[in-house]
Each structure stands twice: as structure tokens, then as C-alpha cells.
């Protein structure tokens, strides 16, 4: 069971944002048309066997040519805001040079077909579609990609900066730098393992140029980053299952985190052989711990980590790549590795699903960065697979993902509750929580074989259907404004000021006492109107 969806609505301050998330490779498709470049990911998901099932994303959710329709589904929804990315290939085809004007002209449709909704842009500047052009030049290995993007940023600016409300300047550089150079799991493919360590630092440089090149253009809204973070827990008491827990989460949180919220690499990252063969100017830290407006936060699950070899063990040279002050960790080099949850519920990426833990990320988070800016959950969710229930005499469809819904109900609850009065990180100020994903879509490696989407998306027929996690979140965003109705009509009662609301269909506390003199003809009480 889950809080229902009128408690858990009580829960939500003012203020918080209730919204979806995408990314234009995974849904947009169109890859070849309106003078759109080649990204580094087209290559890659074309190799034989990169992706599962050798799925192809030529296509993915086609919201290039259905936008209008997806806008109208979110606005059905009742989101407050909308995370998408611009497609960097789409607007600059070989990443540098004049803009390719067909592609601002689609994000332009795009901008304004949210605000006409009342839907409020959340915008990511890099969502890891490198144009080809650069990948070949070596990609995030070669330090001038940080300097394309930011002034791929300046470009973004400039067309848009009226209309965006909130910027995200790159999106999980853990992930570009573990699954595309350390692992090669992702695009490039480039197995460097710890000589992937500069791609960590000209990510961070390419979110510092473009905050200058965001803030030089004056644009109004908020400025962040969004990285993604897991809480690392030992798998026993065993001091090396804790003190490789700790290396983990040096080498997946701390790594970049600490460099943008505190202008410093971790001192023990800082002694390893691999970080001290890395040459950069001092001044680099200065653009990439620039005062940011908010932290985006990705949540999904913690990692239990053991010492020793495993099914999931990192690569043996990586204790002597470390140095020494690091290979004691591994009994003299040996690995650590990920664990198992076995008593959790498990996602179909095989994830564990353990909502407590959102509270020990935001806490981890409060301790270690005493100037954290607002937070706010850019992505949380969980891919399970749907079971699709026909009723032959309607010709409809009904997908009841309950696993999904309770997933996203109790983190959910769990974030608010941490950052409430009393909460264990009640010191983080937490500004909203973003659903991954607005559409099942094309996962990466995984294609399309993990659906995230609160709406189905046949691949065949490119139908969406909304799931009951859906209609439970369109629910909570009703039961959401209701309350703040009823929060408003009370706050305009006390203060003696005649206020019009429409809470047709809620409890009003406190309005018992309102006189039928006091109710036009429309039935819409005018609270205060006695006083």
C-alpha cells in the first residue's frame, strides 16, 4: 500500500513544482530531417549488439512531429512544468558554427506550446547527444568540447532565454564519463576506465562556461546542474565493505559533486596517481563552482558495495591506477563490487526499490555541503514491465502499473518528509520532484525494453496510453491545487479580504459558517464577504 494521494498532497509546500522529464535523443527521432547533424549516439546505437535487441532510434517516440500532441497530454496531466533537452546536433550539426535554423525553429513551436498550456520550461543544455564532429575530436577526452558548449549555451541563450525558466546546464556527467569512456557502455564506447578522468573535469568546465555564458546573457531564469546521486551502503560491518562503500561513493557522488558546491576535487581523489598525471589551470575551479540558482538531483536507488571480485567487480587495475593510499581498500588491489538487495523489490533494470534512501541522499547531501543551494529531484522513477488490459467491447486500453505508482508515491513521500519541520534533512530547501518519464522511450543500451513512461508508447503504432500511475499523478496535482485553494481561501478569510476561489468539490475548513447571502449565482462563495 501507498499514502493516498490527498495525504500525500498535504505534504507538498507552496511553491514545490510537480513535473515530467525527457531527453531529445530518447523520444524525438527525426535524426536525418531539418538539417539535423550526426551525434556521437547515432554511430554507437548503430554497432551491432551496443544496444539489446539492436534497437534503433531513428524513430524512438517521433515527438519531433507529434510535440502538439504530447504538450496536450501533459496539459491533460495538469504538470507544472515540463524537463526536456535541446537536441545539440539539431542546433548546431557539427557542434560549432551558426545554428541550424529549422532546429530552433522546432524548439521555438516547442517553448511556446508549453507556455500557452501553462506548462513552465525546464530546459537541459547537454543531455549526452555530443555531435559526431566532436566525438571524433576526441569527444569530453579533448578539453575544446567544453568550450563548444558553452558557447553552444550562448546560442541557447540567446533564442530562448526569454522563455526558459529554469536551466540545467549538462545532465549526469557520472554517466557520460562511467558508461561512455570509463566502461564503454554507452557512447563513445571507450573503455579508458581511470584514464577517463578528464572527461569528469571538461564536463564540469562545460557546466562553468555555460553558467558564464547564461549569466553574461542575462537570461532570467534559474541556472543548475543535475547530476546523478546513490547513496553507497556497505554491504556489512566489515571495514573494507565500508571503506570500499566510501570509494565508491567518492568515485560516483563526491566526484562531482564536491568541485561544483565546494570549488575542490575530494582531497583522497586529489592523491590518486590518475588525478595527479592530470594537468588543468587552477582557474577552472573558479567558473565550475559558480553560485548556482538551484541542484538537480537524480534519485533512483542506493548501491550496496562489497570488497573482493563479483559479478558487478570493478576492473582489476583500478586499486593500482588509485595509488597507494587507495589499494588498502582492496586487501592489496583487489576490486570492490556491487551488491544485491535481496530482500527489496527489484525494478526490471534490476534496480533496487528502497524509498528510504531518498532520505539518506538529501541528508548526505545537507551534511557535506553546508552552502547546498534549493534542491529539486530532476528525475526519479522506475521501469517495470507493463501488462496492457483490453476491454474488447470499448475498444480501450487500461495499463494498471501499480508498482510503478507506488514507487513514485512513497520516494515522493519520502523527499517531503525528509525536508519537512523535524525531517532528517530539513535543512535542504527541496523546490520539486520531476517524474522520469513523461513516455516509455529509448533507453540507451537498453532501447526499448525498460519503459519509465507514466504513458505507453507502442513502438509499432506510436500510440500513447497513459497508465494508472498517469491518472494517480494527474490525481495528486488535483488534490495538490485543491488544498492550496482551500490554504488561499482560508489565508484571504482571516485577512478580511474578499477572495474568489473555485473549490467546487473540496472541504473548505472553516466556511461552514458562510451565509447564502454570501454565494453569487455562480455558486463560487466569496469568503470575507461578512466581515
Known amino acids: ?49 551496443a544496444i539489446v535487441e539492436n534497437h ?20 491533460q496531466l495538469g504538470v507544472d512544468s515540463y524537463r526536456f533537452s535541446f537536441a545539440w546536433p539539431r542546433i548546431q550539426p557539427t557542434g560549432s558554427g551558426p545554428a541550424n535554423t529549422s532546429g530552433l525553429n522546432f524548439y521555438d513551436r516547442l517553448l511556446d506550446e508549453l507556455l500557452a498550456n501553462g506548462i513552465s520550461p525546464m530546459a537541459t543544455i547537454y543531455h549526452w547527444d555530443t555531435p559526431l564532429a566532436l566525438d571524433e575530436a576526441g569527444g569530453w577526452m579533448n578539453r575544446d568540447t567544453a568550450y563548444r558548449l558553452g558557447e553552444y549555451a550562448a546560442i541557447l541563450a540567446d533564442r530562448f532565454g526569454d522563455r526558459v525558466a529554469r536551466w540545467v546546464t549538462v545532465n549526469e556527467p557520472a554517466t557520460v564519463s562511467t558508461n561512455g569512456y ?19 573535469h571538461h564536463q564540469l568546465l562545460g557546466h562553468g562556461l555555460a553558467v558564464q555564458a547564461l549569466r553574461a546573457a542575462k537570461v532570467p531564469g534559474e541556472i543548475g546542474i543535475t547530476n546523478v546521486y546513490s547513496p553507497m ?30 570549488g575542490k576535487y575530494p582531497d583522497l581523489i586529489r592523491a590518486a596517481k590518475f588525478f595527479s598525471s592530470f594537468e588543468h589551470p587552477e582557474e577552472d575551479m573558479e567558473l565550475i563552482s559558480q553560485p548556482l540558482d538551484f541542484y538537480g538531483l537524480n534519485y533512483y536507488m542506493p548501491t550496496k558495495v562489497a570488497v573482493g571480485p563479483g559479478g558487478g567487480a570493478v576492473p582489476a587495475s583500478m586499486a593500482e591506477a588509485m595509488g597507494s593510499d587507495l589499494s588498502a581498500a582492496g586487501s592489496g588491489g583487489t576490486p570492490f563490487h556491487v551488491e544485491t538487495w535481496p530482500e527489496a523489490d527489484i525494478t526490471s533494470y534490476g534496480w533496487p526499490v528502497k524509498p528510504e534512501y531518498m532520505s539518506v541522499a538529501l541528508k548526505e547531501m545537507a551534511e557535506r555541503y553546508p552552502n547546498l543551494p534549493p534542491v529539486i529531484i530532476t528525475e526519479g522513477g522506475a521501469s517495470f514491465e507493463d501488462i496492457i488490459v483490453r476491454d474488447k467491447s470499448t475498444n480501450t486500453k487500461f495499463i494498471p502499473d501499480e508498482r510503478r505508482l507506488k514507487y513514485l508515491s512513497d520516494h515522493l513521500e519520502a523527499a517531503l518528509r525528509a525536508t519537512a519541520p523535524g525531517g532528517e534533512a530539513e535543512s535542504v530547501d527541496l523546490r520539486g520532484y520531476y517524474v522520469w518519464s513523461l513516455l516509455d522511450n ?90
Open 233 to 262: 551502503v556497505p554491504n556489512s560491518i566489515n571495514p573494507l565493505d565500508r571503506i570500499s562503500a566510501g570509494l565508491m561513493d567518492l568515485a560516483q557522488n563526491r566526484l562531482y559533486a564536491d568541485p561544483v558546491l565546494t
Open 442 to 531: 529509448f533507453e540507451w543500451s537498453a532501447g526499448y525494453n525498460q519503459p519509465f513512461g507514466l504513458l505507453h508508447v507502442d513502438f509499432d503504432t506510436l500510440e500513447r496510453t497513459p497508465k494508472a500511475s498517469y491518472f494517480w499523478f494527474q490525481e495528486l496535482i488535483e488534490e495538490r491545487d485543491l488544498a492550496m485553494a482551500a490554504a488561499a481561501a482560508i489565508a484571504g478569510a482571516m485577512a478580511g479580504d474578499p477572495i474568489e476561489v473555485d473549490v467546487i468539490g473540496a472541504e473548505v475548513p472553516g466556511t461552514d459558517d458562510v451565509s447564502d447571502d454570501d454565494v453569487p449565482d455562480d455558486g463560487v462563495p466569496v469568503l470575507g464577504a461578512s466581515a
Open 1 to 49: 500500500m501507498h499514502i493516498t494521494a490527498k495525504d500525500l498532497a498535504a505534504l507538498i509546500p507552496p511553491g514545490f513544482t510537480l513535473g515530467v522529464a525527457t531527453a531529445a535523443f530518447q523520444i524525438e527521432g527525426a535524426l536525418d530531417e531539418d538539417g539535423r547533424g550526426p551525434a556521437g549516439w547515432d554511430v554507437f546505437a548503430g554497432k551491432d549488439g
Open 56 to 75: 534503433s532510434p531513428v524513430t524512438a517516440c517521433d515527438h519531433y512531429h507529434r510535440m502538439p500532441q504530447d504538450v496536450a497530454l501533459m496539459k
Open 182 to 200: 570509463s566502461l564503454g557502455l554507452h557512447s563513445p564506447g571507450k573503455e579508458l576506465v581511470l584514464g577517463a578522468f578528464p572527461t569528469v
